[in-house]
């Protein structure tokens, strides 16, 4: 960048020196030019202002080296500016402010582009293998910036530390990792790291990372799902029960009058009772689940023409099922009855009984010697969230809907149901049977 005019120009060593300077200033700011277009091109590409990530435990890694530009580029121009003076003086001119305010914005967008550049020289410049490096991932989050692509958007970043060192940590951008943002993703992933020609190590884009499995994390303490060890999960709604307590109420009520109907069915076993029992039930659609009643009113359409024996066997099975109906509205002697029942069946259930929310209800304590009571805060919800909230049926956030399901030993899903349906506990038996479910040893005492 001359300032020289046609037939002013000076000669010999002095000449030499000013041109020599204009092309290191023309040249440093050119380059730094360069390099912002090179790294603009990656970012369009791969949609990320970070192109080439770093493995840094620094917020600003490059900063000493940025630092070092803007000092040489300082110098730079302050050398120039007093040629250009000099030049000026000599040509006897007063505008001298125009090139120095062209010069300041020409350094401005120089230094601008070394330092977007600098990542990309850390990495282009790096003739070192990459080398596979386990990390563990803490955790992933957004940060919300402006997208060369998009405008402003958020992408995603994860805090990490080193498998083999846990003591070198740092916070990466993780839009390399293929597992889609709704996804859980695993603690375990692998990075191909390469030292860094500025001193900074770096990683390729792409991550090799997978999915959440469910013996990545513990549920609970040291308790990890899908190690051999199959466990029971009941989750119970953290609030008191919605009914009312008093023993008259409206509630208590239609459930002595279902039972009491149910019973002169099974005993009297005639077409009068079986009307009866019809319209006790039709009047309980406030007190019990719609489908117990839809249950119960089709176990008895068909008894109208039956025999008083038919009646009498079908009133009996149909007062079994009220009785587990009314039951699952006392949400302990219920899962007392599923502990008694699993642990009688197949000794040795392990069973953990999660209450949500800020409610503890001390009558989920102790319901047998393998069971455990815990907080929804005791345990880590993502792995929970494999198994209650996807179970098989359930459209339910699992705060809401007390449910049972079964982690067998291999990690699987095996079996979901609402906790009220006691009555298929036998098919929970079945597949404990099935599967195995030794006494774990660390809860003999418990």
């Known amino acids: ?54 493995f840094a435990s620094a917020k600003y890694p490059f900063k000493p080296f940025y630092w070092r530009i803007f000092y040489a580029f300082a110098a730079l121009w302050l050398a120039w500016a007093v040629s250009i003076w000099k030049r000026w003086l000599r040509w006897r001119r007063d505008d001298v402010l125009l ?22 020289l850390n990495a282009l410049l790096d003739f070192s293998p990459a080398v596979a490096t386990p990390i ?20 995603r970043h994860a805090s990490v530390h080193r498998r083999d060192d846990p003591g070198q940590r740092a916070v990466i951008n993780w839009q390399g990792c293929a597992v889609p943002d709704e996804v859980p993703v695993s603690p375990f992933a692998v990075l191909q790291l390469s030292r860094g020609a500025l001193g900074v190590p770096w990683f390729k884009f792409s991550i090799d ?18 190690r051999g060890q199959p466990l029971v999960i009941f989750t119970i709604a953290g609030y008191p029960p919605a009914g009312p307590k ?87 002697a219920l899962a007392a009855r599923w502990a008694r029942t699993l642990a ?40 929970l969230n494999l198994f209650i909230s996807k179970a098989p049926g359930s459209n339910v956030d699992w705060r809401e809907e007390e449910r049972v399901v079964l982690a067998d030993g291999a990690g699987r899903r ?17 597949l404990l049977k099935a599967d195995g479910a030794p006494v774990p040893s660390s809860h003999q005492d418990h």
């Open 209 to 226: 990372c997978r999915p959440l499995r469910v013996d990545d994390k513990p549920l609970f303490k040291d308790r990890y799902l899908g």
């Open 1 to 54: 960048m001359s300032a020289d005019l046609p037939g002013n120009a000076p000669k010999g060593k002095r000449y030499r020196s000013e041109r020599i300077l204009d092309g290191v200033f023309a040249g440093a700011v050119g380059a730094g030019i360069l390099l912002a277009m090179v790294w603009a091109g990656f970012a369009l590409a791969r949609a990320t202002l970070d192109p080439f990530p770093t």
């Open 414 to 430: 095996a079996f979901a149901a609402p906790m009220r349906k006691i009555a298929r506990a036998p098919e929970l038996v079945a």
């Open 344 to 383: 009688e069946a197949v000794p040795g259930t392990e069973m953990v009984f999660i209450q949500t929310g800020d409610y503890r209800d001390p009558a989920f304590e102790h319901l047998c010697s393998t069971c455990r009571s815990l907080q929804e805060a005791d345990v880590n919800e993502e792995i």
């Open 136 to 155: 563990y991932v803490k955790n992933v989050f957004h940060r919300y910036s402006s997208s060369v692509r998009f405008g402003n958007s958020s992408t």
């Open 99 to 120: 090139p120095y305010l062209g010069s300041v914005l020409a350094i401005a967008m120089g230094l601008g582009g070394w330092a977007l550049g600098d990542s990309m």
């Open 246 to 332: 008093d023993a008259n109420d409206s509630f208590h009520e239609t459930y002595r009058d279902v039972l009491g109907a149910l019973s002169k069915l099974a005993k009297n076993g005639n077409g009068l009772a079986v009307r009866d029992a019809e319209d006790v039930i039709e009047g309980s659609r406030s007190a019990l689940h719609e489908d117990d009643v839809a249950s119960l009113l089709q176990q008895l359409a068909p008894l109208h023409q039956a025999s008083d024996e038919k009646v009498r066997s079908a009133g009996g099975a149909a007062l079994a099922y009220a009785r587990d109906a009314v039951l699952s509205f006392d949400r302990p």
